[in-house]
């Protein structure tokens, strides 16, 4: 915006910039509408923000974001406390939550293995995982991360730190999804789904 | 997210959803990324929403937003208080300061009339215009909403209010964008460009 634009909306237009996937356009159209928002309504706005990052942190069991000391999956008594699930972010957490199928603990790493962007094991909460495995009674753990390069090589990693400890370490299936048309398969997922047929 | 996401992140995640353009799943990831921003930018964030909010308001005179009582373009010496432009947006202000040509003052209407959306004249700031020209002195009113139904109607409603006053008033011309290519022009720009032709 031009310097005749009020200061304090530049201030916010570049505050809005400054998110991913905002640009400089999106940005002036935000604060603008702001500007047109009740009073309270921008408040409860600046407050969100300032709570969530107060208020919320890493679980200091599997490292999800919570509000509490110890998450409620971790500190839940039904689930299963020696099934780990691995996964990149707390996203991947809520997309297994959906299955309503999984009955283990998870453990996020905040980010994947990627000497290319600097991302070296230390930079991710690896260490936290081989912590919380050395309290023991760990029966097996799921590298749940995506079928990437950066998603395999995390995975490849870990498996080879943990195998040496004598525990059970195994990766998720990739096939077909459900649903999709084996004409329109990528060839890797099609090997994959061949490589790993099951006995009907 | 679901029950198991920490409650401020859901807070925060629903306030950017209510923001226009922003659905759920980006509000979900704008959540997410600020969860990974220093404290400082968090709390400068929150701080830039509320000074805007608080702190910017109309400009007494053309009601463009300003943080001052009277906005800089208004109070500008130079500039030639007998020429206002009309236009709907602070936007549109800024649309026209980037051309550096126009030398007189603004009046911002914060809309269009349209019936069909319950805005009637009574929700925009015509009063105020009308205010501002029977203080005297205005030479010419330029009407320079968009060339839309709303703009149009907007604008000749006005004109229609300001004519019986002796004012001259004048609207933007339509014709075909500079740098654009007649092939491509509609129909009604076309039309517009030959009904307005100049003498070369």
Known sequence: MADHNALPLIVLAEKFASLPGIGMKTAQRLAYYVMSMEDEAVEEFAK????????????????????????????????????????????DVTAFERTREYNGVYHVLHGLISPMDNVTPDKIRVKEL??????????????ATNPTVEGDA??????????????????????????????YADEVTLYK?????NTM
Do not use: W
């Not at 081989?130 to 590298?143: F, P, T």
């Not at 789904?193 to 047929?197: G, M, S, T, V, W």
């Open 48 to 91: 969100a923000l300032t709570d969530a990052k107060r208020n919320v942190h890493s679980c200091k069991c599997c490292q999800n974001l919570t509000e509490r000391e110890i998450c409620p999956i971790c500190s839940a008594e039904e689930r299963d406390k020696g099934i780990i699930c691995v996964v990149e972010t707390p996203k």
């Open 154 to 183: 995390t995975a490849m990693y870990i498996a080879g730190l943990l195998k040496p400890l004598g525990i059970k370490v195994t990766r998720l299936a990739f096939g077909l999804p459900v649903g999709g048309i084996l004409e």
């Open 193 to 197: 789904a061949l490589e790993n047929r």
């Open 130 to 143: 081989l912590s919380r495995i050395s309290q023991g009674n760990i029966k097996e753990v799921i590298m």
